[in-house]
């Protein structure tokens, strides 16, 4: 089955210690971006990758961490968490390079994410 | 940047009804598409548009790409349970990634049976 999957699927942390949310996709997406969800804003780019090694800063980049040494995945990773991350993250793919089908994402389950 | 905004932010309506809400921008998009999130789950893709004035279907869902390209409507009929879930309006940004996605607000739907 085709899919994008997140773990863990629900954490909660102290202020300062170091957590990674791993993304894995199987469909040999070249794109994948890491979203955050919040109340009544929506969902809001936080990084992104076009390929591997190639990543770039979304929106709302501050405090977070990426890498893409594979194609299927692009880890999360928070180095010193706070609780204004608490948050539900969401990680994304898409395998289209440009035209119509570039915008449509394939999304993971979520992990939800405390920070005390 | 480019923002989208929804309305109703939520609805609480008895199955059977029909449900409209709507996304607007002050910018212009050239996409628009709508997601729906079930309850624990990620965003899924219910209708995308591509051209100001298209109206497309998917069962029971109707949206609209708007004439102006600064907004977009869906419309629900005969609601049923199963219908519960946040719903997104979304589009790419003018200028940047070519696969970015702009987020609007959610709408809220919950359907009493």
């Known amino acids: 089955e085709a899919q994008v999957t997140q773990n863990p699927r629900y954490l909660i942390t102290v202020t300062g210690k170091k957590l990674t949310v791993t993304c894995s996709q199987n469909?040999?997406?070249?794109?994948m971006s890491w979203y955050r969800q919040d109340p009544g804003l929506g969902l809001r780019q936080i990084y992104y990758?076009?390929?591997?090694?190639?990543?770039d800063k979304g929106d709302v980049p501050e405090g977070y961490k990426v890498s893409r040494k594979e194609k299927r995945n692009f880890p999360l990773i928070l180095e010193s968490p706070s609780p204004n991350q608490t948050s539900l993250y969401f990680c994304?793919?898409?395998?289209?390079?440009?035209?119509?089908?570039?915008?449509?994402?394939?999304f993971g389950a979520g992990s939800r994410l405390t920070v005390l | 940047g480019q923002q989208l905004n929804q309305s109703p932010q939520s609805m609480f309506i008895q199955e059977g009804e029909d449900v409209s809400m709507n996304c607007t921008s002050s910018?212009?998009?050239?996409?628009w598409l709508w997601y729906k999130q079930d309850p624990g789950e990620g965003p899924v893709l219910l209708i995308a548009?591509?051209?100001?004035?298209e109206l497309t279907s998917n069962g029971r869902l109707t949206a609209q790409f708007g004439i102006t390209r600064k907004d977009s409507f869906l419309n629900i009929s005969a609601s049923i349970p199963s219908d519960v879930g946040i719903y997104f309006c979304?589009?790419?940004?003018?200028?940047?990634?070519?696969?970015?996605?702009?987020f609007g607000t959610g709408t809220l739907l919950a359907v009493q049976p």
């Open positions: 994304a793919s898409n395998g289209v390079r440009g035209g119509s089908g570039a915008n449509v994402l394939t």
């Open positions: 469909m040999n997406h070249e794109y």
């Open positions: 990758s076009m390929n591997v090694e190639v990543t």
């Open positions: 910018s212009i998009f050239n996409t």
């Open positions: 548009l591509y051209k100001a004035g």
């Open positions: 979304a589009g790419p940004p003018l200028r940047g990634a070519t696969n970015k996605l702009i």
